[in-house]
């Protein structure tokens, strides 16, 4: 599975009273992971979207193994888990890069759009991005 590196340090806004970076900006370094993934095969969430899909989120999970800190340099690694005509996985491992120590793994599951909301067959609709998704999944895609 292709695999790609974002890295980045905690930002003090980012931690709470406990000085522990909270939960929610998981969400953040996921979607940074997932552009950054995207951005890796030659495609754009701009161009995506000026396309006239979107890729709202329906589910996600994060499950939590030890603290990230203030100042901490993060690595968040993203890669493609699923591919099908209507719904796309990504899934991360976040780690405190300089010991390799894991912190977080975490999915996001996503719904190929219109801008209305509704529905839409990637393959149809934008097949040069399912091609080049499809392409790095192999069989584990699903026509």
């Known amino acids: 599975m292709k695999q790609i590196e974002t890295k980045f340090n905690v930002r003090y806004s980012e931690t709470d009273q406990m000085k522990i970076v909270h939960h929610s ?3 953040i ?4 992971g997932r ?6 095969v030659g495609i754009s969430v701009s161009y995506i979207e000026n396309e ?6 329906y589910e996600m999970n994060c499950k939590f193994k030890k603290p990230a800190r203030f ?9 493609l888990k699923r ?4 719904r796309v996985i990504f899934t991360y491992k976040v780690f405190q890069a300089n010991t390799n120590v894991l912190l977080a793994t975490g ?4 719904a190929w759009t219109n801008k209305s909301f509704e529905p839409v ?7 040069e991005v399912y091609d080049i998704l499809a392409g790095l999944l192999g069989a584990n895609s699903e026509q």
């Open 35 to 40: 552009s950054d993934f995207l951005k890796s």
């Open 83 to 86: 591919l099908s005509c209507a």
């Open 29 to 32: 370094w996921f979607e940074s």
């Open 71 to 79: 100042e901490d340099e993060i690595l968040v690694l993203t890669g």
């Open 25 to 27: 900006n998981y969400t």
């Open 107 to 110: 999915e996001t599951m996503h």
């Open 121 to 127: 067959n990637a393959m149809k609709k934008i097949p």
């Open 52 to 57: 006239g899909i979107l890729l709202p989120l």
